[in-house]
């Protein structure tokens, strides 16, 4: 499971309590969602699945972010800084909001409100400018949405898609690969204790059941006929300085190191 630490230095304190506003002023503020990832849900009356971002299209000198929500709801995409756009979904439940480019990666908190209800969405949308979407998700691994044009490969090659990793050592490996089939990790050769699987269309997310060491590793997944493998780096991060993320590029990908709602730092590798 992957913890986090529930203090920061004050220089980073102001980018956690955007990011907590951000949230709130999306609707239902969400604290440290990862925290109880072996818990039971809490039993509810009724159940309204959340919003979703699934995508990223262009369309003329911009693009169009688009996804599903609760039909004829209202939809609210907001930046931590406070700008807010807003569209209404259709009788499906599908919806679009326009973006413009951008030369950096940009993260957004999403919402839909319905009837007197405000719905948050899990995590945070984070669109890169090649117009990948990426569902960071706090205390779990990285959801990475193809690019709608697709690409050589496919979009249902098998591969390694993201390495999460936090302060603490814990660790989480995401990616596709062919559907229901039993997976295994190895981390610099040796096995991990726990195993999992891929869904029903292919994608996986799979936890290291110890802590991972900081430093350099080699990461395997393995497969019926299938080995995944990726070079990656835990070495934690440090707050960001300001904002509510960092972004570099490294030798394995695009590194995402961002805060989390419950006021630890997360980093995200987006493996190439």
Same mark, same amino acid.
């Given at each position: 499971?992957?913890?986090?630490?529930?203090?920061?230095?004050?220089?980073?304190?102001?980018?956690?309590?955007?990011?907590?506003?951000?949230?709130?002023?999306?609707?239902?503020?969400?604290?440290?969602?990862?925290?109880?990832?072996?818990?039971?849900?809490?039993?509810?009356?009724? #159940?309204?699945? /959340?919003?979703?971002?699934?995508?990223?299209?262009?369309?003329?000198?911009?693009?169009?972010?688009?996804?599903?929500?609760?039909?004829?709801?209202?939809?609210?995409?907001?930046?931590?800084?406070?700008?807010?756009?807003?569209?209404?979904?259709?009788?499906?439940?599908?919806?679009?909001?326009?973006?413009?480019?951008?030369?950096?990666?940009?993260?957004?908190?999403?919402?839909?409100?319905?009837?007197?209800?405000?719905?948050?969405?899990?995590? #945070?949308?984070?669109?890169?400018?090649?117009?990948?979407?990426?569902?960071?998700?706090?205390?779990?691994?990285?959801?990475?949405?193809?690019?709608?044009?697709?690409?050589?490969?496919?979009?249902?090659?098998?591969?390694?898609?993201?390495?999460?990793?936090?302060?603490?050592?814990?660790?989480?490996?995401?990616?596709?690969?062919?559907?229901?089939?039993?997976?295994?990790?190895?981390?610099?050769?040796?096995?991990?204790?726990?195993?999992?699987?891929?869904?029903?269309?292919?994608?996986?997310?799979? /936890?290291?059941?110890?802590?991972?060491?900081?430093?350099?590793?080699?990461?395997?997944?393995?497969?019926?006929?299938?080995?995944?493998?990726?070079?990656?780096?835990?070495? /934690?991060?440090?707050?960001?300085?300001?904002?509510?993320?960092?972004?570099?590029?490294?030798?394995?990908?695009?590194?995402?190191?961002?805060?989390? /709602?419950?006021?630890?730092?997360?980093?995200?590798?987006?493996?190439?």
């Amino acid at each position: 499971m992957m913890r986090f630490k529930e203090t920061l230095p004050g220089a980073a304190f102001g980018s956690v309590l955007m990011l907590s506003l951000l949230l709130v002023g999306c609707g239902e503020a969400q604290v440290n969602p990862g925290a109880g990832l072996n818990r039971e849900p809490q039993a509810q009356a009724t #159940y309204t699945a /959340p919003p979703q971002g699934t995508g990223v299209v262009r369309e003329g000198a911009g693009r169009v972010l688009i996804g599903r929500a609760a039909p004829s709801a209202r939809v609210r995409l907001a930046t931590p800084e406070g700008e807010v756009r807003m569209t209404e979904a259709d009788a499906q439940g599908a919806w679009r909001i326009g973006l413009p480019l951008a030369e950096a990666p940009k993260i957004f908190g999403l919402s839909m409100m319905l009837d007197d209800r405000t719905v948050q969405a899990e995590g #945070y949308q984070l669109v890169l400018p090649d117009d990948r979407l990426v569902l960071l998700r706090a205390g779990a691994g990285a959801v990475v949405s193809p690019v709608p044009s697709g690409g050589a490969e496919g979009p249902a090659a098998p591969r390694l898609l993201a390495f999460d990793f936090d302060e603490e050592g814990g660790a989480v490996v995401s990616g596709r690969a062919t559907p229901e089939i039993a997976l295994s990790i190895r981390i610099d050769g040796r096995p991990v204790s726990t195993d999992g699987a891929t869904d029903a269309q292919g994608r996986f997310s799979l /936890p290291f059941g110890a802590p991972v060491p900081p430093g350099p590793h080699r990461i395997d997944v393995m497969g019926e006929q299938l080995v995944l493998t990726a070079q990656v780096d835990a070495t /934690p991060a440090a707050p960001p300085e300001s904002g509510a993320f960092t972004a570099r590029a490294t030798s394995s990908g695009l590194r995402i190191d961002w805060l989390t /709602p419950g006021g630890g730092v997360q980093s995200t590798l987006l493996l190439d």
